[in-house]
């Protein structure tokens, strides 16, 4: 993303630190800040971030544009920004300012696979809108072996939608494949809570392993072992 030209110093404080745009008035009203080596007060003062020194704390401060990121999620992580029991999606990738990720539609913490991480708020809601309807592909290893009239049986079941639990309406059209007896790809163009263990989970099965592979177009990277992230390229980003 382009930076802009040039920009008011608080907002620049609150996107290139951890403060807020009100802490960031607070701090340069107690002269924490140097524009090029001089302590400055005044929060509305217009800087260049291409051409202004801003130090706080002792370090340079640096604009960050936006962040598209691929991360093969790892079991026992989880999207969350909270600190939990688990290590945190955020915790693996290394970004300046990586607190502003957010994951592209999150997976549960038994749940590997293709996880987008963004501080693209607009790309985030183009991917994620019910209304775009991008498919999210996914493998799952079932407990319970689907063969024959049972396999037909349930690839029609998701093709037409299924009322959940607790849920007031049914799940739009999704698409399964059986690889083998116990592997499925399933197809789902929908968010909800659990989905893709809930659905199987209404067809009388059990998920044991679920791994996200895709993402509309966007193929998880097969370079890429668990744990491991790039940036997208600049043909991904622009497949949403
Ligand atoms: N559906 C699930 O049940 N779990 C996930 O992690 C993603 C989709």
Redesign the pocket.
């Known amino acids: 993303m382009s930076k802009p030209a040039t920009m008011r110093l608080d907002r620049f404080l609150s996107e290139t630190t951890p403060l807020t745009r009100s802490l960031a008035k607070r701090a340069l009203k107690s002269g924490e800040v140097l524009l090029n080596g001089k302590p400055i007060k005044q929060s509305a003062t217009q800087i260049d971030p291409d051409e202004d020194v801003i130090m706080w704390q002792d370090e340079p401060l640096e604009l960050v544009g936006m962040r598209y990121i691929m991360l093969h999620k790892p079991l026992e992580v989880e999207c969350s920004a909270r600190r939990g029991l688990y290590t945190r999606a955020i915790d693996l990738i290394d970004v300046p300012r990586v607190e502003r990720l957010q994951p592209v539609g ?3 913490v038994d ?1 590997t696979g293709l996880l987008l991480m963004t501080d693209d708020g607009q790309w985030l809601h183009r991917i994620t809108s019910p209304k775009r309807r991008c498919d ?1 592909v ?1 493998r799952a290893t079932l407990a319970d072996p689907w063969e024959g009239n049972t396999a037909s049986w349930a690839i029609e079941r998701m093709a037409e939608g299924l009322l959940l639990e607790d849920d007031d309406r049914p799940t739009l059209p999704a698409t399964l494949d059986m690889l083998s007896p116990v592997e499925a790809e399933l197809a789902i163009s929908e ?1 909800r809570y ?5 659905m199987f989970g209404a067809l009388g099965n059990r ?1 044991a392993t ?1 791994h ?1 592979r895709a993402i509309g177009p966007l193929a998880l990277d097969e370079k890429l072992a668990p744990g491991e992230w790039r940036e997208l390229t600049a043909e991904e980003i622009a497949l949403f």
């Open positions: 999150r997976l549960d749940t999210k996914y968010g659990h989905q893709v263990k809930r998920v679920l996200r």
